[in-house]
């Protein structure tokens, strides 16, 4: 993988707008990269939003004895996950700062995610309030680094819906984190879809 760091000037010998078109380029690039990550936006938007509206629909209609079962379909999404990385990490031709910086950020909320769902029979399984607001963090600074509106919009929004989900009962709190998933990934997703389709 060739590193666009590696072929900057001499930080002694750059002038200012040297530097700007540096920054400029390392976000446009990060950006187009992102793009193709669209991907994954979907793929986690789409499995989460129907597993929440699933266990919502399954409690209220008394479907299944253990409604959360249905969440298992994230084994799944997370083996095409990793399938599609490994596929797409022998393709890449070029990475950023940027890149690393936000690659590790969802790295570490993914970490955070399977620790309370690990942990989460110790708090009676309330870790949609939780996880909801921790989708705002990531969400928004990948949102701010690469300028894109819609995920800066997502990041906000998932604030909003997980302080909502503190507020209503656990039924409730699947059917709000369901619409949580739609407005911070799914239409962000389609929208860097639709960006990467342009651009190619």
């Known amino acids: 993988m060739t590193k666009i760091t590696a072929m900057l000037p001499d930080k002694d010998s750059m002038t200012a707008q040297q530097s700007?078109?540096?920054?400029?380029?390392?976000?446009?690039?990060?950006?187009?990269n992102v793009s193709k990550n669209s991907f994954y936006f979907l793929l986690w938007g789409w499995t989460i939003a129907l597993a929440n509206l699933g266990v919502?629909?399954?409690i209220k209609f008394?479907?299944?004895?253990?409604?959360?079962?249905i969440f298992i379909?994230?084994?799944?999404?997370?083996?095409v996950s990793a399938v599609y990385?490994?596929?797409?990490g022998r393709n890449a031709t070029a990475s950023t700062l940027l890149d690393s910086i936000n690659?590790?950020?969802?790295?570490?909320?993914?970490?955070?995610?399977?620790?309370?769902?690990y942990f989460g029979s110790r708090i009676n399984w309330q870790i949609n309030p939780i996880i909801i607001?921790?989708?705002?963090?990531?969400?928004?600074?990948?949102g701010i680094m690469l300028k894109f509106k819609p995920l800066i919009v997502g990041g906000i929004a998932f604030w909003f819906f997980g302080v909502a989900c503190f507020l209503v009962p656990s039924e409730l709190q699947f059917l709000i984190a369901s619409l949580a998933v739609i407005v911070?990934?799914?239409?962000?997703?389609?929208?860097?879809?639709?960006?990467?389709?342009v651009h190619v």
């Open 85 to 88: 990385g490994m596929r797409q």
């Open 73 to 79: 379909v994230t084994i799944p999404a997370a083996i």
């Open 184 to 197: 911070g990934y799914i239409i962000p997703g389609h929208m860097l879809r639709q960006s990467e389709s």
């Open 20 to 32: 700007l078109d540096i920054i400029t380029s390392m976000i446009r690039q990060t950006k187009a």
């Open 103 to 117: 690659m590790w950020l969802w790295v570490c909320f993914g970490i955070t995610c399977f620790t309370l769902v």
């Open 56 to 58: 919502y629909l399954s």
């Open 62 to 69: 008394h479907v299944l004895d253990n409604p959360t079962i």
């Open 133 to 142: 607001t921790c989708c705002a963090g990531p969400t928004f600074v990948t």
